[in-house]
Nanobody, 127 residues
Framework: QLQLVESGGGSVQPGGSLRLSCTASGFILDSNAIGWFRQAPGKEREGVSC????????TYADSGRGRFTISRDNAKNTVYLQMSSLRPEDTAVYYCAAARFPRCGSLWYAAGRYDYWGQGTQVTVSS
C-alpha cells in the first residue's frame, strides 16, 4: 500500500514556527516531485510549495515565499516544510502529495497532477 503521512501540525501564535513532515511508505521517495498544499475552510485547495526529486529546483507560492522552506531527505523517505513567521491567514489543513513527474514545472500547483495524498495535518495560527 502506498501512503503519505503528514505530521508536525499544531497551534501556534502569530510569528511562531512549525516544521511539517511528510513520510512515504510503500515506495521509495526518490523519483517524485513532492508538493505541499493547504486548504482553509471555505477556500479552494492551493499549492504552497514543491520540491523536485533531487532537491532542486524548488518553488513557492507568493503566500509563503520568504517564510517557508521545503526540503527532502530521500534516505528517510521524508519531505519537510519549515514554516516561520506564521500568520493567522496560514491557518489551514496542510497536505503533502507525490507527483507522477520528477521535476516541479510551471504547473506544479495543479493538484490533479499528483497521484498520492496524505491525510492532512492541521495548522492553526492565532493569538
Amino acid at each position: 500500500q502506498l501512503q503519505l503521512v503528514e505530521s508536525g501540525g499544531g497551534s501556534v501564535q502569530p510569528g511562531g514556527s512549525l516544521r511539517l513532515s511528510c513520510t512515504a511508505s510503500g515506495f521509495i521517495l526518490d523519483s517524485n516531485a513532492i508538493g505541499w498544499f493547504r486548504q482553509a475552510p471555505g477556500k479552494e485547495r492551493e499549492g504552497v510549495s514543491c520540491i523536485s526529486m533531487n532537491g532542486g529546483p524548488t518553488t513557492y507560492a507568493d503566500s509563503g515565499r520568504g517564510r517557508f522552506t521545503i526540503s527532502r531527505d530521500n534516505a528517510k523517505n521524508t519531505v519537510y516544510l519549515q514554516m516561520s513567521s506564521l500568520r493567522p491567514e496560514d491557518t489551514a489543513v496542510y497536505y503533502c502529495a507525490a507527483a507522477r513527474f520528477p521535476r516541479c514545472g510551471s504547473l506544479w500547483y495543479a493538484a490533479g497532477r499528483y497521484d498520492y495524498w496524505g491525510q492532512g495535518t492541521q495548522v492553526t495560527v492565532s493569538s
